[in-house]
């Protein structure tokens, strides 16, 4: 049977992994070699690599991290941030990248979303969601969170599926750095409005959340950084727990 | 030096981790990643990867002029496809409804929409994403130091379906049962991802790289036959 995924999340900056609070207040977490080294031992699922990175100098960075992580830790890797154009993921997959993350540019250029499936397959193209509560629906946000696009999540979801997006990784900005858990709903919603598979992500602060991600948000994978990088669960941990509340884990 | 393991490339996916997966476990091992059917035809051993779609992979397969290379290769010296690397080597796949390579007699469909329930009546996603269980049809060398059973990772849309029961090495439960490894002689194919599948993916590789179709014992694996 398919197991459920547990994907620990490096967000990374001046080839740091860093972990904020609503995207922000920075705080140092490791060197990524390392921690993705850590976690490929304790049996993570995948590794995601997000790169936060501002300024555009430093944007080789996340591929020399890339290509040292994949000479010594054999499962799927994700890199997100600063993709542009397929150039763009091209170079990642290049690196060693098995899927590429796209947000702020999916909103900017949905065509990328269709070019970059049609050219490298929808198995490899992840588009990321930053999803907040905005009335009595969740919209779209975008820039690290910080712009509005006036786009319904559910309908952006759907038609980046249609577009050709292989996953979706979707993150409640609502609850990510507030260690209160998913957003069960906006999880479940979206999960069953398309066929690809949902990441969750966004305010784990605890090995239940994981399980409710799951269970309650229908979630195929769950992400999670901070309570791992710091030391609070381990990941061989968290897939225990999963598997005591009936959940299918690799082990 | 001459070329142990030609990793074909014909433009489709991440051909590196393909490599520098064979190169961890096979550290003596000169590979290469290479489009030149020279190379392909004097390598030792071939690995066939691929990723995308069906009629891009033909495509660029015969824009490569790679096709010949592949199907001798295929005949003649240990073979590893993956992915759609597997899917390639059978006559046919509903995907863009593409002729194949045809090393293989068989088809190759889409996880049916209407299919895709748990037996607790859930929605199963498509692609099929993630580490799912492969359970060893019958012994091969490739399996060698392999758990029945154990997880692999997977990432796909469609799944083979071999006219012959008898090539079917390996199959997975998406929910219902798919073949996700083949052997035929010296070919060894899979739909999962051994470059990604940590420990028993390496194992795999390892085994691969050190496999000979050739010995007596091998053979008689492959057909389940009783060995005097």
Known sequence: MLAKRIIPCLDVTHGRVVKGV?????KDAGDPVEIARRYNEAGADELTFLDITASSDDRDLILHIIEDVATEVFIPLTVGG??????????????????????????????????????????????????????????????????ATGLDVIEWAKKMESLGAGELLLTSMDRDGTKSGFD????????DAVDIPIIASGGVGNLQHLVDGVKEGRADAVLAASIFHFGEYGVDEAKRYMKQHGIEVRL | MSVDIAVIDYGMGNLRSVSKAIEHIAPAANVVVTSDPAVIAEAGRVVFPGQGAAPDCMREIDARGLRQAIIDAARSKPFLGICMGMQVLFEHSEEG???????????????????????????????????NNVHQAAPHPLWVGIEEGARFYFVHSYFVQPTSPE?????????????????????????????????DGLTLLGNFVTWNPGERDAACDMSGAACA
């Open chain 2, 97 to 131: 409804d593409t002729a194949c390579l045809g090393i293989l007699p068989g088809t190759v469909q889409r996880f049916p929409h209407e299919a895709m329930r748990d037996d607790q009546g859930n929605k199963l996603k498509v692609p099929h994403m993630g580490w």
């Open chain 1, 82 to 147: 600063g993709v542009r154009e397929v150039g763009d993921v091209q170079r990642l997959l290049n690196a060693g990248a098995d899927k590429v993350s796209i947000n702020t540019s999916a909103v900017m250029n949905p065509q990328l979303v269709k070019d970059a499936s049609d050219r490298y397959g929808s198995q490899c193209i992840v588009v990321a969601i930053d999803s907040k509560r905005v009335g009595d629906h969740w919209e779209v946000f975008t820039h690290g969170g910080r712009k």
């Open chain 2, 167 to 199: 090539v079917i090495a390996g199959f997975s439960h998406y929910p219902f049962p798919f073949t996700c490894a083949v052997a035929s002689g010296n070919i060894f194919a899979v739909q999962f991802h051994p470059e990604k599948s940590q420990n």
């Open chain 1, 22 to 26: 609503n995207f922000v207040e920075l």
């Open chain 1, 184 to 191: 069960l709903e906006l999880t479940r919603a979206i999960s």
